[in-house]
């Protein structure tokens, strides 16, 4: 529970008590502003008076107090600075510098950043990259170690290798804040000794163990709490809320699953008190989501208008996370704590009026005071589609026939395995009118073949989908029926150094460069939020499924191994849970 | 946050794993109990599985799981051991071990032990001391460093002196839990630098700066806030409480001032929740007191009573206890905490019927398993009464006359100013009527002489009190009115190597020998407490003075500088908030 050192300078302290008690002026002081005070969970008319980054007085309104600058509060409501105890910068393709000029200005003054998808893609240099990229930002970014790189070791190949003393390494490092979302469920429950390794460099650490608990229940559940895993934003519904309240974990709520919130905020009126352990979280926005709902604010909101009392909501926001995170500085609004504020002049609507961190204003209706400054991309992360071009033929199936019976992936999002018969033809497989095929290929160098799966219950595809943006191994991986429409969108992608495209009769319709680690453009979040929503609604066009806005979380997370079920991965189909690895999913050949 | 390193074993952990799922047996199962779950607020019946120290599972009730140890808990309510944010063991006379087989059985497993008194009078040989007795109990005694030694530099004279790099050295071990209870307000208030330097070496450690913030409001309270001091314990009201939560500080909810804890129940259930900044502490408790109704389980007994919810009196006591001390293992029953239960036959009553602390039943209906080892007193403990012995005489006071004006001290506890106008006899203040006096000299080797002050508003007195405890320097103390008494009392208390002494009529009447360091016995405490009872009944019988349960609190305070308000210290009658030293209570002589 110790307070940062920047805050332990004894100049700023000893200022900041002469400060309080009146013998000298605040450096800022914010008045007439109604207080929402985190402890008590009531409000009363206080004015703060800051010196440095610190709060040195909060006290009923003094006009005659004496302080270098002022700032009217009237009418507003004040509360601390947002925490997002959780999320991956990358899910929003922009950089860091971007992303705290998106969620800055509405509150946002601290955010949790798991930099998973960079360290799967560029190994150390992307945490080398989330290090430095973080610093000198309004926000206040702190990178965690990731600890699954890859998620499924053995499972998948990603462009990193995170062994536990890689992690154990970077956990030494002052700048990093914890071992983040440990994914890699059953082969810690297992007792495997990799995965084992690195909870344990995490726990010698003295930082947090973060997690991801998902689907886990009963003797796994608390398996993973008793390995040390202290969180998780997985939930699947009440009950699942339910239990891990029960089993110990931290919560993030998180808002990119918001259908779930409804449920989630019932359950705990239900309780009829915000138990202390739940926290909220981003997780994953994309881009044109964000510039419109907003980051760990639009979270905020969500849960007031599904009903949750603004007070459980903001003090989720920041007094909660900030006991979670052990930050004593943060979170609360009282003298010797750290001052990141947000002035609101709409509680229910989570409007930032101005927001202040570190004791300095940096954001204002809506617009930073000054533009951050963004890291130079290192050149490591600007070549990261390591992979020959794709031919049309990639993604055939080999097999003798005159029927094969095969394995196949039936439904998005949560897939269980299906099987069919299916004709041969020309020694392929002939992919039935129903279903689609989904081809992955390594892009970090391993030179292994395109693994191919049929999909079912994937809707109706008229043209195909490219990405290299897959969780978590970001392998690039293409959706489609027709085999030039998938090779054509795959090579855009390869050609633009990363991104996504959409091709339909052997034409590339769409594209967005995403040239760092295939990951994130250096375009600002505006054009980005536009461009993504236009490929977005091309892709829309092409395909009929229901509900629309779950696409493009299942063709990000189709190959995400770590979790439940079969998957399609670079190493061909795969159920980590059960041990399974398919290199064909011709389970049966020369049938008929 | 970081757990402790005999948690962090993987060996345990992968035990547990593998428990938890039901592939092992668990070390201990505490079957058919309900769980109060200070998280979700909710009992519901859950089997708790132990491995080592560590909870490995919290499942609903299944008989068929395997266990090598089994406990029944039917019938009972299981909450986590409780925690006692801010105690002196010296307080109850008795040692470590001691005060650990009177607190373990009745559910206390943790306590953080600020040996202030220790430190005072043998200073770091206190605190080696307290770090080496505190280890191998049942009772995880958690040392603090203590920071006001002496209490009032410059006012008082005790038997150590730590200075900003003491503390700083003893805050770098890990035996140390963080920087003790802060005292010295206006000093810090006044940017003192020895002062602002202890503050700072707890700032720096990264550990805990508790606090002591007695009667400050307003630019004072914030003051101390923004230096950085984190915890306080000396409300004086309800109106005190608000003040001192909206300032953020931890409450530590204190159950030696009971005669306030109706109206801060209040102040609480009006919030309408319980914040999750209040803990609960002991403080000091006489030996008599512990003996009858107990350490921690008390405080939670006594908030009950009052119309505390018992849900929040005991998340006081462990969950919110845990977060603020910054020890996320202890406080909850959940799989990866730390094993320390209490198995309650009565929740209003809190009467623990078995405790388990690491895993380990330690206690059963109220007895111990096995009696702790107490460490050996080294000799420097044993040596503390360093003066000369003392005659009537000393108590006297020299002035001319014919009469004197003289400055006073009216009232015990919380003392003001007074003065009077009295004769002078043979060269000596003649005592009035109405009057008592109080002696105090250094007993800590300085040879300097005994200050002795006339006190108004101190009740009727028939005999003579002497006392080596004295909060906060320890130094010799004596009141009476006859000045034979006193010298009696007085030389009583030397000959005992430290202690309590009541005379009257020239004779000594009780004498309770306290030869460790003059404020600890090594008897057990039923006879400690019985001892104690009789000293306590034997001065009652001499003085009249109301409310009874107040005159050892007044007594062993009188000489607490520290404080707002004049006090008699061994250098004089003082008062620090006004920089008052006045080595003789005569402000005008020869008048008449």
Redesign the interface.
């Known amino acids: 529970?110790?307070?940062p050192a920047d805050?332990?300078d004894?100049d700023l302290?000893?200022r900041?008590?002469?400060?309080?008690?009146?013998e000298a002026p605040f450096d800022l002081l914010i008045e007439g502003g109604e207080l929402l005070?985190m402890?008590?969970?009531?409000t009363?008319h206080a004015d703060i008076g800051l010196?440095g980054p610190?709060?040195?007085?909060?006290?009923a309104p003094d006009p005659s107090r004496d302080a270098a600058q002022r700032i009217s509060a009237h009418g507003q409501t004040i509360v601390p600075g947002f925490i997002d105890s959780h999320m991956h910068v990358e899910s929003s393709m922009i950089t860091p510098a971007d992303y705290a000029a998106a969620v800055v200005p509405r509150g946002v003054t601290t955010a949790l950043w798991d930099p998973h998808e960079l360290a799967n893609v560029v190994g150390e240099a992307g945490l080398d990259y989330a290090c430095a990229a973080a610093k000198g930002l309004p926000l206040r970014l702190l990178p965690l170690v990731p600890t699954c790189v890859p998620s499924a070791p053995g499972f998948e190949a990603s462009g990193g290798d995170f062994t536990p003393d890689t992690v154990a390494r970077w956990l030494g490092r002052s700048d990093t804040h914890g071992a983040a979302e440990l994914m890699t469920m059953q082969p810690?429950?297992e007792?495997d000794p990799r995965v084992?390794?690195i909870?344990?460099a995490g726990?010698?650490?003295?930082?947090?163990v973060c997690g991801h608990a998902r689907g886990l229940t009963?003797?796994?559940l608390?398996?993973f709490?008793?390995?040390?895993?202290?969180t998780d934003h997985e939930l699947t519904g009440a009950a699942d809320l339910?239990a891990k309240?029960?089993?110990?974990f931290t919560i993030e709520l998180r808002g990119s699953h918001p259908h779930l919130l409804p449920e989630l905020a019932e359950a705990l009126l239900e309780?009829?008190?915000l138990?202390?352990?739940v926290t909220l979280c981003t997780d994953d926005i994309f881009p044109d989501d964000l510039a419109a709902k907003g980051g760990l604010d639009g979270v905020i909101r969500l849960l007031i208008s599904c009903g949750l009392p603004p007070l459980w909501a903001y003090r989720a926001a920041t007094?909660?996370a900030a006991?979670?995170?052990?930050r004593?500085d943060l979170g609360?609004i009282?003298?010797?704590?750290r001052a990141d504020l947000v002035l609101l002049s709409d509680v229910e609507a989570v409007t930032a009026r101005a927001v202040i961190a570190d004791g300095r204003l940096v954001a204002e209706r809506g617009e930073l005071a000054e533009p951050p400054a963004a890291v130079p991309v290192p050149a490591t992360l600007a070549q990261t589609m390591r992979l020959d071009p794709i031919a049309a033929e990639d993604f055939e199936i080999s097999a003798h026939g005159p029927q094969a019976r095969i394995a196949t992936l039936s439904k998005p999002r949560f897939p269980v395995w299906g099987e069919r018969r299916v004709e041969v033809a020309n020694g392929r497989l002939v992919l039935p009118d129903d279903m689609i095929r989904m081809g992955i290929v390594n892009r970090h160098g391993a030179g292994t073949p395109m693994r191919t799966a049929f999909l079912e219950n994937w809707g109706d595809w008229r043209g195909a989908f490219a990405s290299s943006v897959s969780h978590d191994s970001h392998n690039l991986t293409v959706f489609g029926r027709n085999p030039e429409d998938m090779a054509a969108a795959a090579n855009a992608v390869r050609a633009a150094g990363g991104g996504l495209a959409v091709a339909a009769k052997g034409r590339v319709l769409s594209c967005l460069p995403l040239p760092v680690a295939g990951l994130i453009s250096e375009a600002p979040l505006p054009q980005m939020a536009r461009d993504f929503a236009a490929l977005r609604a091309t892709l829309d066009g092409l395909l009929t499924w229901e509900p629309p806005y779950l696409v493009f979380k299942a063709l990000f997370g189709a190959s995400l191994v770590c979790n439940a079920g079969p998957r399609l991965s670079d190493l061909g189909l795969v159920e980590v849970f059960e041990g399974t690895v398919l290199e064909s999913c011709v389970l049966e050949d020369g049938l008929g």
Chains 1, 2 share one sequence.
């Open positions: 529970m110790s307070f805050l332990n004894p302290r000893a900041a008590v002469r400060a309080a008690r009146g005070d402890v008590t969970g009531r009363r010196i610190l709060i040195a007085s909060v006290h810690l429950l007792g084992s390794g909870v344990q726990l010698q650490s003295g930082k947090r009963g003797g796994d608390a398996g709490a008793a390995a040390g895993v202290e339910m309240l029960e089993a110990g309780l009829g008190e138990p202390q352990t007094l909660n006991s979670r995170i052990g004593p609360l009282a003298p010797g704590r």
